[in-house]
């Protein structure tokens, strides 16, 4: 089997639903190869100790090719998921463009509404100044800011353009890096098909990985179940540590001191 083509295991992936997985892709992926190993070891008998090829039917030895495979592929298929979607680190030289965008068409409202004359638009530009003096300069008030005074500038562009050097371009690219900055609406914008699609078939090859993780686990718990020591090389490290902390917070929570006296 060819390792890190996810189009081989497409049939599977149509048939499971997106569920989240108990523990981080990292942590699967890396002990994901410990488990292939394990089952390569110890799949044949070997004296009196037993080998996994003992399971019966539910476990072939095939299971560790396949976790190789969907390991790989799950890391193909994450690599397609970041080049999708917008990283955060990403956005920094957006939001460097975003605050010059954001500058000049405030700087060319301002000078242009300074003409002495009442109008509407003087009260909407008082109204988005009064709304945005307080903004520390997060993605999410840029955009919204962006958003605001694009929309007045729309309505002025004809009296805009030109003056000081002003290109009325400036509008339309300071509402499309308002919608990329992703944080105008009261909800967060979708994201594109592409990403979605892409993080469906992340999370369809986690799960299936996980699945046979998961097997390969359970069958060495029944067949090394008189050889815990060997049944222990399997388990996932990072969930015996989750265990070990747990029954420490659940120490620290339990009272303490004598109980009191029954009645006598």
């Known amino acids: 089997?060819?390792?890190?083509?996810?189009?081989?295991?497409?049939?599977?992936?149509?048939?499971?639903?997106?569920?989240?997985?108990p523990v981080p892709l990292d942590v699967l992926v890396g002990e994901s190869v410990e488990v292939a190993r394990f089952v390569e070891t110890y799949w044949k008998p070997d004296g009196d100790r037993p080998g996994l090829s003992g399971a019966g039917r539910r476990l072939t030895k095939g299971v560790a090719d396949e976790i190789l495979s969907l390991?790989?592929?799950?890391?193909e298929a994450e690599t397609n998921y970041r080049l999708t979607a917008?990283?955060?680190?990403?956005?920094?030289?957006?939001?460097?463009?975003?605050?010059?965008?954001?500058?000049?068409?405030?700087?060319?409202?301002?000078?242009?509404?300074?003409?002495d004359v009442a109008e509407s638009a003087d009260e909407q530009l008082?109204?988005?100044?009064?709304?945005?003096?307080?903004?520390?300069?997060?993605?999410?008030?840029?955009?919204?800011?962006?958003?605001?005074?694009?929309?007045?500038?729309?309505?002025?562009?004809?009296?805009?353009?030109?003056?000081?050097?002003?290109?009325?371009k400036l509008i339309d690219e300071a509402l499309r890096i308002a919608d990329e900055l992703g944080e105008v609406r009261a909800t967060p914008a979708p994201a594109p098909q592409s990403t979605r699609d892409a993080l469906r078939?992340?999370?369809?090859?986690?799960?299936?990985?996980y699945d046979r993780v998961s097997l390969v686990r359970a069958a060495a718990r029944f067949v090394f179940r008189n050889h815990p020591q060997i049944a222990r090389e399997v388990t996932s490290p990072y969930q015996r540590r989750r265990r070990a902390e747990a029954r420490r917070r659940a120490v620290k929570k339990a009272p303490t001191g004598n109980p009191s006296p029954g009645p006598t």
């Not at 955009?143 to 003056?163: F, K, N, P």
């Open 1 to 21: 089997m060819t390792h890190g083509n996810w189009e081989q295991w497409k049939g599977e992936l149509e048939k499971i639903a997106d569920v989240g997985l």
């Open 86 to 115: 917008v990283p955060a680190a990403s956005k920094a030289g957006l939001i460097d463009r975003a605050r010059f965008v954001l500058s000049e068409i405030t700087a060319t409202i301002e000078w242009v509404l300074d003409d």
């Open 126 to 168: 008082k109204s988005l100044q009064d709304a945005h003096k307080d903004d520390s300069g997060r993605a999410g008030e840029l955009a919204q800011a962006l958003h605001d005074y694009a929309t007045l500038a729309r309505g002025l562009e004809r009296r805009m353009e030109g003056v000081g050097g002003f290109d009325k």
């Open 201 to 209: 078939v992340r999370n369809g090859l986690a799960s299936l990985l």
């Open 71 to 75: 390991r790989a592929a799950l890391q």
